[in-house]
């Protein structure tokens, strides 16, 4: 049973460039959190998304970033038009269900996709 | 003021030391996490708890409740437990399913 899958676990973008972050969750779970962590800040939750929906994405920035996580394939994060400012490592978690504080359904996490904008 | 301390922020031991990662925090909580993430590495989740204590061969995590407070121990300690440690708190309720995490404390074990 693969773990949390996440690519590309690198990715360089140019100043105004598009990016694509992909995490695919564990097998059966359709809970998906991305967490963004920024050079040496603690991790910020961005956003949690259930399959289809968006749940709460209070941690987006308003402009420039969206999330999906659509019926069949991959949960995305979208950062359009990328800055300096956004390079940071992108984490995404996923839960069997939202009671997350139950053991078993806790969160577990991918590698990470390191962004970096020149 | 941050919901979730950790303290100390860096801590450097000799291999075999006994450790200890503390983590404060200010909110009402359902459960804590304790994760570690290696340089340049992912995050792996090493406890999940909402009371009492957990042990997993050299780690022990604890917590009490009703002084907001848990505690991360790593007996007989090895340089590959040389990592940053991150407590990570599920608020109560857990109703948007976030964690809300500390800064971490980077722990470096040197042979």
Known sequence: ?118 | KNEVEQSPQNLTAQEGEFITINCSYSVGISALHWLQQHPGGGIVSLFMLSSGKKKHGRLIATINIQEKHSSLHITASHPRDSAVYICAVVLNGGSQGNLIFGKGTKLSVKP
């Open chain 1, 1 to 118: 049973n693969a773990g949390v899958m996440q690519n590309p676990r690198h990715l360089v973008r140019r100043r105004g460039q598009e990016a694509r972050l992909r995490c695919s969750p564990m097998k059966g779970h359709s809970h998906v959190y991305w967490y963004r962590q920024l050079p040496e800040e603690g991790l910020k939750f961005m956003v949690y998304l259930q399959k289809e929906n968006i749940i709460d994405e209070s941690g987006m920035p308003k402009e420039r970033f969206s999330a999906e996580f659509p019926k069949e394939g991959p949960s995305i994060l979208r950062i359009q038009q990328v800055v300096r400012g956004d390079s940071a490592a992108y984490f995404c978690a996923s839960s069997y269900s939202r009671q997350i504080w139950q053991s078993g359904n806790e969160q577990f996490f991918g590698p990470g996709t390191r962004l970096t904008v020149l």
